[in-house]
């Protein structure tokens, strides 16, 4: 073994209390950091992909409906979407890319249950989709996160009046007890006069009757809910929606308003008879990292067969991913500068005594004939191997706190989740987050030796000599 | 013993590898660019001074010594206490520098050198013997022999056989794998000899060698660097109180005050 080298480790054992103290700060910082990046990573992981199952990783909108269409989508459907679905779909450079390719319509409107006595309506932001697409969708999990929804059968590429409701929509509009929700209360009137709500009420149940839907126009086990739109010619329209199920939403915002439903029921009501468009052609990847590729492509083929239309990724459409990940790798940051500085601090004040009790010996081999620059490449050997021991101990730890909490079957409910998911540290499966770790403590101990080194070096031989 | 120390094609730990040392440009050399003359002196100091300050107050320890020391010696640097002996000896070893004159080892004036060409220096031609063996604690006794010939880049194989060559030569070989703290004090300072000469340098500088040292194990270590020295014929200058080893003395040169007060020629040359 290099006698540098040598030296170096036996006189860290040498001094084994000072280094075991030393190389357990380096030790506690390098697990802290890998399991906090590894809980950090779990969560981006979980957040990429409950948005890209919800809602893919690329949508394709007309022009303008990212900043202006979203208060009025019936005025910003695609036209002839179907080539434009054909276009996609059968690109060479698209096709083996994608997971699903499919077209959703967004809506807003009045939904009212009238059925058993009940008054209830309420605004409500619609969805419209392939039922079939949407459980492919549901499936995907690059991330290996768990977090994958089974086709539950409730909403169904054959039964077009079927959807879904947030379970808030569900309270407000007293269908907790017909779709056996759990802990729902059920709706309690301020008082038996209505107030100003209904008249309105009435008036949107006698359009549902009007319109030939209506409260119990269907034998469906389950309810109802009227759904009022203004087409995309300005005309009032009601469909009646089979509710299938209500679906917690995480946001409360979304949970209180959310419909989804089969595309044809969307398209009904907002085209009526007319041309049926759609708000977006959603398509999602087998792989994330392909992302970028398949947008260019997309942009390409949009600028070329000379289409007003426009890609947005999950990113622009769901901010909050981005924040989170923003907010978390700040945390993430601000939490290796805090293990950084120990860890500095640790290794300079080990190394500083290790300078001062070896001062004759720095002396002696200065004597010998070692140059200024070997006794300060000692030092400096001496501090890096420090941090390798400690941040290779600390790693192996990371991995032993990892695989226990993996293991142990804990759930939470993440920012924007709606679903208990499981409680991951994802430390193993990110080498780059290990290796990092490793390499930066590794350096800083490293760096952190530089200054006794220095002064070690600096040392005169005499008085180093001369030194008790 | 074998003086010749071959470095040229060692691979050695690259953070002690030295360059070549300091070359004149004339007269014969040995291979490691210094004179190796028999006529000229191992060691010569012109009007060397060294004043130490402390603060405002300069203490002068060395106040103008001239003497040359022949190859091939064994020479006492003799005096009292504080009289500069340790000094006089810390010059000729380039580890400290004059502040007035100048000091010639093996022919070069090692006031002209670098930090980095000194310690070179150093490594090729000087050995040095510690009064309290200044070994490095956490290598073996082989290992600390071992050391100064991987400073000047001998390959293993060759280190190898040296090392046990010298160990062997003093008595140690048998305990070549003990750390210092496990030898006593006259173990200790056979591996301090061991290590000053497996280089064969051309000067080893012994400060007080048997001060630490009962009278008899100082004996066997005078008796030891005496045959070494009859051997390899390296120059040894000695800094010491200790009658028993002046008695051994090729030359003394005896210092009060800072002065060079008395220069006694011994015993010629063997």
């Known amino acids: 073994m290099n006698l540098l080298f040598k030296t170096a480790l036996r006189n860290i054992s040498r001094n084994a209390r000072r280094s075991l103290m030393t190389g357990s ?204 739109a203004a087409t995309a010619g300005g005309a009032p329209n009601v469909v009646s929606l089979s509710v299938a199920g209500a679906e917690p939403q995480g946001v409360r915002e979304l949970d209180d308003n959310f419909i989804a439903m089969h595309l044809a029921l969307a398209q009904q009501l907002v085209y009526g008879r007319g041309e049926h468009k759609v708000t977006a052609i959603v398509l999602q990847l087998h792989r994330s990292e392909d992302l970028p590729v398949v947008r260019a492509r997309l942009q390409h083929l949009i600028a070329q067969n000379h289409l007003d239309l426009e890609v947005r990724d999950f990113g622009e459409l769901a901010p909050f991913y981005v924040q989170v990940k923003a907010m978390f790798g700040t945390i993430f940051i601000f939490i290796s500068l805090v293990m950084g500085v120990i860890v500095l601090f640790a290794v300079v004040n080990t190394m500083t005594m290790n300078v ?113 | 013993m074998n003086p010749a120390v071959t470095h040229s094609q060692a691979k050695s730990d690259p953070g002690l590898r030295r360059d070549d040392g300091p070359r ?23 009007d060397a001074a060294k004043t130490y300050r402390t603060g405002d107050v300069e203490v002068p320890a060395l106040r103008g010594i001239t003497l040359d020391i022949p190859y091939h010696r064994f020479s006492m640097v003799v005096g009292a206490s504080g009289s500069g002996k340790s000094t006089l000896l810390n010059l000729i070893g380039c580890i400290d520098a004059p502040t007035r004159g ?49 400073l000047v880049g001998m390959r293993e194989a060759e280190r190898r056989e040296r090392t046990n060559e010298v160990l062997e030569a003093v008595g140690l070989r048998a305990h070549a794998h003990r750390r210092p703290n496990e030898l006593s004090g006259g173990q200790r300072q056979r591996v301090a000899i061991a290590r000053a000469l497996v280089k064969a340098p051309q000067v080893v500088l012994a400060d007080e060698p048997t ?47 800072g002065r060079l007060v008395e220069q006694r020629h011994e015993r010629s040359a063997p």
């Open chain 1, 25 to 228: 700060a380096v030790a506690a910082g390098a697990a802290a950091m890998m399991l906090f990046g590894g809980f950090v990573a779990y969560i981006f992981a979980g957040l990429e992909t409950s948005n890209v199952q919800r809602i893919g990783h690329l949508s394709v909108f007309r022009s303008g409906y990212f900043l202006f269409g979203s208060g009025n989508p019936a005025a910003y459907g695609i036209d002839d979407y179907k080539r434009v679905m054909d276009l996609v779909t059968n690109d060479p450079v698209i096709k083996p890319l994608a997971n699903v390719v499919t077209p959703t319509q967004s809506l807003l409107g009045i939904a009212g249950n009238f059925s058993g006595g009940n008054q209830a309506s309420k605004t409500f932001l619609g969805v419209g989709l392939v039922p079939s697409a949407r459980d492919r969708m549901r499936l995907w999990d690059e991330r290996k996160t768990g977090q994958v929804f089974k086709a539950d059968g409730r909403l169904a590429d054959g039964d077009e009046t079927r959807g879904i409701v947030g379970v808030g929509l569900a309270r407000i509009l007293g269908l907790c007890g017909p779709l056996k929700v759990a802990n729902c209360p059920a709706v309690t009137s301020p008082s038996a006069d209505a107030g100003p709500d209904a008249k309105p009420r009435a008036d949107l149940a006698d359009l549902a009757q009007l319109e030939g839907g209506g409260t119990g126009a269907s034998k469906d086990v389950h309810p109802h809910l009227e759904l009022l």
């Open chain 2, 102 to 150: 100048t000091v010639e080892v093996c022919g070069v004036n090692v006031g002209a050198l670098e930090d980095d060409a000194l310690a070179d220096f150093r490594a090729k031609n000087i050995g040095f013997i510690f009064q309290t063996f200044s070994l490095v604690p956490v290598l073996s006794a082989y290992e600390n022999v071992e050391y100064p010939l991987v």
């Open chain 1, 356 to 468: 001062l009790e070896r001062t004759n010996e720095i002396g002696t081999i200065r004597a010998m004939g070692v140059r200024r620059s070997g006794v300060r490449r000692q030092f400096i050997l001496e501090g890096a191997l420090i941090g390798a021991i400690g941040a290779t101990v600390g790693a192996i730890l990371a991995l032993v706190v990892a695989a226990l909490v993996n293991h142990a079957g804990l759930t939470w409910v993440p920012p924007g989740n709606s679903a208990p998911t499981p409680f991951r540290v994802d430390v193993v499966d990110h080498v780059g987050l290990v290796l990092g770790t490793w390499l930066s403590l590794t350096l800083i101990a490293m760096a952190a030796a530089l200054l006794p080194a220095n002064r070690a070096a600096r040392l005169s031989v005499v008085d180093a000599l001369r030194h008790v």
């Open chain 2, 24 to 46: 004149r440009d004339d007269g014969p050399r040995r291979d490691d660019g210094v004179h190796a003359d028999a006529a000229a002196s191992a060691v010569r100091l012109h």
């Open chain 2, 211 to 257: 001060a630490n040292l009962d009278s008899e194990t100082g004996a066997s270590i005078i008796e030891l660097m005496k045959r070494v020295q009859a051997q390899s014929r390296t120059t040894f200058v000695f800094a010491t109180h200790d009658p028993q080893l002046m008695s051994h003395a090729d030359e003394t040169f005896l210092i009060r005050d």
